[in-house]
């Protein structure tokens, strides 16, 4: 088949082939793998994927095209619309199937192998076919076939146990960060199995994505599996404060907070005579509070309390700059306006923005993907709108022509 660049609209050797059946659990892996590149297509239900639905909208009017969620998980995809509950839809997934490179899905995991377009199924037509599958639990064991939302992730993943105050219950993180993981992961995954296929002479493979396994492995820096084996000990919640390094936390200033840590005694002695200058109180000073952070450790609500009358006489920005000068690791908790006019992303491109049709959209502000490069630059074209490239696949590439189209369409297939 036939496959054109998506600016110039010339023939050219064609990126990776990639059909997305993800649900937002999944899909910024997609979106990963087409900011930098691969042709991905997300193929719909006629009525279009449920985020599309989600707000916030701009200008708080709702719409299919202007869900901000759905906006942000697929830059640079293309769209088409299919329904796969029917034969019809199966057997045009099929075809394009057999010519894609990479299928990305989230579904329970029965439901492809149930409708008959499963792994086993598609890779009878296309040996070289990779598949990655994201599901709450992976594809093996006695929870194979649990649903999980984020809450259910967070929780079972052990995250919330180490989230939160440590006299109050657990809590999940903000937003649904156990999306994240296991979309990364599947996009490496992915990579790799491009690689051991086209490379290294292997054959398309099946790649099992569990969100809880992934999540899990975000928290190992506090080794909780090795604190429990050899010490029978849960790794707790310490809130914003820590067991190892103190004082470090976020501190309330005149006008927003500032994160503050101080890890060895040089720290520890600046800081204090910092404390002291400000105000005067001699008890900053006592020789009990220095040395390592384990030696602070038994004081730490009378070092928080002295930190809290140091803070509230500064800005954010007067005790960033003044904590850099006097090396010490003092940074502002951001808030979003914050990072929008932060230099140092503006100086790195971090942000980029993007043009949308709709003029209720306009210009929106973009992260730049997950790395720099002199020689990969991510590209910034818009979510696609519902089934906008419903005729250049169909007809360009499956080679269907307009009538059969529009009968498409008026069946419900597309």
């Known amino acids: 088949m036939p496959r054109f660049d998506d600016y110039t609209g010339e023939n050219l050797i064609p990126p990776y082939r990639i059909l997305d059946l993800t649900d937002r659990r999944a899909a910024f892996c997609g979106r990963l793998l087409a900011d930098y590149g691969a042709d991905v297509v997300k193929v719909e239900p006629p009525a279009g994927d449920p985020s599309r639905h989600l707000g916030p909208y701009p200008a708080d009017d709702p719409g299919a095209e202007r869900s901000l969620d759905f906006l942000f998980y697929n830059t640079n995809k293309r769209s088409i619309t299919l329904d796969l509950d029917s034969q019809s839809g199966r057997d045009l997934f099929r075809r394009l199937a057999a010519d894609a490179d990479v299928i990305i899905e989230s579904f329970d995991r029965h439901h492809l192998y149930d409708l008959g377009i499963g792994f086993d199924a598609l890779r009878a037509e296309n040996p070289g076919l990779i598949m990655a599958s994201v599901t709450p639990f992976g ?64 054959d398309g493979q099946h790649i099992d994505v569990s969100s809880q396994e992934a999540l899990i492995t975000y928290y190992t820096d506090a080794h909780p599996a090795l604190l429990w084996r050899k010490l029978g000990q849960n790794v707790t919640r310490v809130g914003t404060n820590s067991t190892l390094v103190i004082p470090l936390g976020a501190y309330p200033c005149k006008d927003g907070w500032i994160a503050a840590g101080v890890i060895t005694p040089r720290e520890w002695n600046a800081l204090a005579e910092w404390i002291h200058e400000v105000t005067g109180n001699d008890e900053v000073l006592n020789d009990a509070y220095r040395g390592g952070n384990q030696d602070r450790a038994e004081h730490i609500d009378i070092i928080t309390a002295l930190f809290l009358e140091f803070a509230e006489n500064f800005t954010v920005q007067e005790l960033f700059h003044e904590g850099q000068r006097r090396n010490l690791v003092f940074l502002p908790v951001n808030e979003v306006a914050d990072l929008l006019a932060d230099p140092q992303l503006a100086e790195s491109g971090f942000w980029y923005d993007i043009e949308h049709d709709d003029p209720a959209i306009g210009a929106i502000k973009y992260p730049l993907g997950i790395f720099h490069s002199d020689e990969v630059k991510a590209r910034n074209r818009p979510a696609p709108s519902l089934g906008a490239d419903n005729a250049a696949v169909y007809q360009g590439e499956l080679g269907l022509t307009a009538d059969e189209l529009v009968t498409l369409g008026s069946d419900g297939i597309i």
Do not use: K
Not at 141 to 160: C, F, I, K, N
Not at 169 to 196: D, F, K, M, T
């Open 139 to 202: 594809n093996t064991g006695d929870w194979a076939d649990y649903q999980g939302d984020d809450l259910v992730v967070m929780a079972a993943s052990g995250y919330m146990q180490i989230t939160g105050e440590p006299d109050e219950p657990p809590v999940r993180q903000g937003n649904e960060h156990s999306h994240y993981p296991a979309a990364q992961y599947a996009a490496v995954g992915i990579l790799a199995a491009l690689y051991h296929r086209d490379f290294g002479g292997g």
